[in-house]
């Protein structure tokens, strides 16, 4: 009887399982028929992205993650705004191809001031001739470069491999644009005024694939070298601050943050004023996991990534200053903003002197230097080689000029290539702590012009020329930092510093002229009837 009652029970258990699951399914068919035929987001967008020939891995398709763009990251975890990097990534094609087609009117109708500027005869003074020695490299014609057959970015030299050039084609051409780069730098210039390159080196900086990453050696803040598949190389800074933010008014300056906004905007500037003495550097998004974290031999930098409490990909990597926990690079979740510079030649292929500068600052919470404290100091410079001869002393004075424009306290040395002994230009390199500030002014950045009473006439020339309304210096930086990756690269306050700031620079060379009874002595003549 149990068994019978045992297996009545099971059967029963059994239909009404079926019966239920019967059931559900008749409520979805019903549910379905009741609602309208509608077509649901995904698979449409599906179709229509098929019907238009776009690729999976096509950025229409990846747009969602990627918003990160300009996701601007500070100590405080602050993630900006998303929609405001979506609209920039937007834009990153468009700013592309303006760069590698040299477009420089940053989307206004009419002229261009940049171009207007750069066609202006003060940008036209042509250098003296170059001869083989003046050259910091003497190219062998008969060095070739190709592609492998791979399909890879790398190159190889004629002895790996033959190679039949195109008619009209020279080894040169061959060449990675970054070792044209390198071949064209001379006793006069790093680069010319109107150099082709220039677009393709930017656009190189900031789209190269990046095949290994390892932290630079010496230095107080973080760097990292960054090496692309045709063996170029770049210096990445990463961001450390918002645009937005000032340098604490309690800060020394030697403990002050290195901006990566500060080094894009710096090699644009320097170019404005026609010094041409900062390497390239483009702004790039870069993605800690797969271009820092998985491609790293730095086993000391490998030690530092983490996680954070919020889901960020972080690191801090090994330095003097900000290299902790406390003080960690963060992405989101793991893009991080930078610049990236292009690098110098080796120093075993072509040697560079350091110089300490007459101008150097303590480095001393209460010690003063000696230029600070003695008014005449400028007169024993005078007597001191390099100084005593040449163009040394007016080359520093355009550099202070430069380093007064930008806020920058923090120019120790410079160096120039030894090859061309004390007649060349000086290198302003290490940029990364100027437009720290924007509401104050360190007029004593401007020691050097102030007690020399000198300065290169084509420098006081352009100097005026960029103070008036339709060559205004903040406008023309404006615009060449437009076409960068990371647009906005400067905040509006700091480029309207920049006009206050100059117009102190020409007020110090009025001062000097107004009081000097030789102005040739003020305003040395570096132009002649050149101009």
């Known amino acids: 009887m149990r068994r019978r009652l045992h297996t009545f029970f099971q059967r029963k258990c059994k239909v009404s399982l079926l019966f239920l699951l019967f059931l559900a399914l008749l409520v979805h068919l019903v549910m379905d028929l009741a609602?309208?035929?509608?077509?649901?987001?995904?698979?449409?967008?599906?179709?229509?992205?098929?019907?238009?020939?776009?690729?999976?891995?096509?950025?229409?398709?990846?747009?969602?993650?990627?918003?990160?763009?300009?996701?601007?990251?500070?100590?405080?975890?602050?993630?900006?705004?998303?929609?405001?990097?979506?609209?920039?990534?937007?834009?990153?094609?468009?700013?592309?191809?303006?760069?590698?087609?040299?477009?420089?009117?940053?989307?206004?109708?009419?002229?261009?001031?940049?171009?207007?500027?750069?066609?202006?005869?003060?940008y036209n003074i042509p250098i003296p001739a170059v001869t083989e020695k003046d050259k910091l490299f003497v190219v062998n014609p008969m060095?070739?470069?190709?592609?492998?057959?791979?399909?890879?970015?790398?190159?190889?030299?004629?002895?790996?491999?033959?190679?039949?050039?195109?008619?009209?084609k020279t080894a040169y051409d061959t060449y990675p644009t970054w070792l044209k780069f390198h071949v064209g730098i001379n006793r006069y210039e790093l680069y010319p005024r109107r150099d082709p390159l220039m677009p393709t080196l930017l656009w190189d900086l900031a789209t190269q694939r990046i095949i290994s990453s390892v932290q630079k050696t010496g230095g107080t803040q973080l760097k990292l070298i960054m090496t692309f598949p045709n063996y170029g190389q770049a210096l990445f800074k990463p961001m450390k601050q918002t645009r937005d933010q000032e340098t604490p008014i309690d800060f020394f300056y030697f403990s002050d943050f290195e901006r990566h906004n500060a080094e894009i905007a710096a090699f644009h500037l320097d170019r404005i004023l026609d010094f041409r003495r900062i390497p390239p550097v483009s702004g790039r998004l870069v993605n800690i996991t797969k271009e820092i974290r998985d491609i790293t031999?730095?086993?000391?930098?490998?030690?530092?990534?983490?996680?954070?409490?919020?889901?960020?990909?972080?690191?801090?990597?090994?330095?003097?200053?900000?290299?902790?926990?406390?003080?960690?690079?963060?992405?989101?979740?793991?893009?991080?903003?930078g610049s990236m510079a292009a690098l110098l030649p080796d120093k075993t292929l072509a040697k560079r002197r350091s110089w300490r500068s007459p101008w150097r600052?303590?480095?001393?919470?209460?010690?003063?230097?000696?230029?600070?404290?003695?008014?005449?100091?400028?007169?024993?410079?005078?007597?001191?080689?390099?100084?005593?001869?040449?163009?040394?002393?007016?080359?520093?004075?355009?550099?202070?000029?430069?380093?007064?424009?930008m806020g920058n306290m923090d120019r120790h040395h410079y160096e120039t290539f030894e090859k061309f002994g004390n007649d060349t230009f000086l290198l302003h390199l290490d940029n990364g702590r100027d437009f720290g500030t924007h509401s104050r002014d360190e007029l004593s950045i401007l020691a050097p012009l102030r007690q020399c009473c000198s300065i290169k006439k084509s420098t006081y020339l352009r100097l005026q020329l960029l103070a008036t309304p339709s060559y205004r210096l903040s406008d023309l930086l404006r615009e060449a930092l437009a076409t960068d990756p990371l647009a906005p690269v400067l905040a509006e306050s700091h480029l309207r510093a920049l006009d206050r700031r100059l117009g102190k620079v020409l007020a110090a060379v009025g001062r000097c002229l107004a009081g000097a009874a030789h102005p040739d002595k003020v305003l040395v003549d570096d132009v002649g009837s050149r101009v």
């Open 297 to 337: 031999t730095d086993k000391k930098l490998a030690k530092t990534f983490f996680i954070s409490p919020a889901g960020n990909i972080c690191f801090y990597g090994e330095c003097s200053y900000y290299c902790s926990t406390e003080h960690a690079l963060c992405g989101k979740p793991d893009l991080l903003e």
């Open 35 to 122: 609602l309208p035929a509608t077509c649901g987001s995904c698979g449409c967008d599906m179709k229509a992205v098929k019907a238009l020939s776009v690729p999976s891995g096509s950025p229409v398709l990846a747009g969602p993650k990627k918003l990160s763009l300009r996701i601007l990251q500070d100590f405080s975890g602050s993630n900006g705004s998303l929609e405001r990097s979506s609209q920039l990534q937007g834009r990153a094609g468009e700013l592309g191809r303006q760069r590698r087609h040299g477009e420089g009117n940053s989307g206004r109708t009419g002229r261009s001031k940049l171009e207007a500027l750069f066609e202006h005869p003060l």
């Open 361 to 405: 600052r303590s480095y001393h919470k209460s010690k003063k230097a000696e230029w600070e404290l003695n008014p005449n100091y400028c007169a024993q410079v005078r007597k001191t080689p390099p100084y005593d001869r040449g163009h040394r002393l007016l080359d520093l004075i355009d550099m202070t000029v430069l380093d007064f424009l």
């Open 143 to 168: 060095e070739k470069f190709s592609l492998r057959s791979s399909g890879s970015d790398e190159w190889v030299s004629s002895s790996k491999a033959e190679m039949l050039l195109p008619t009209g």
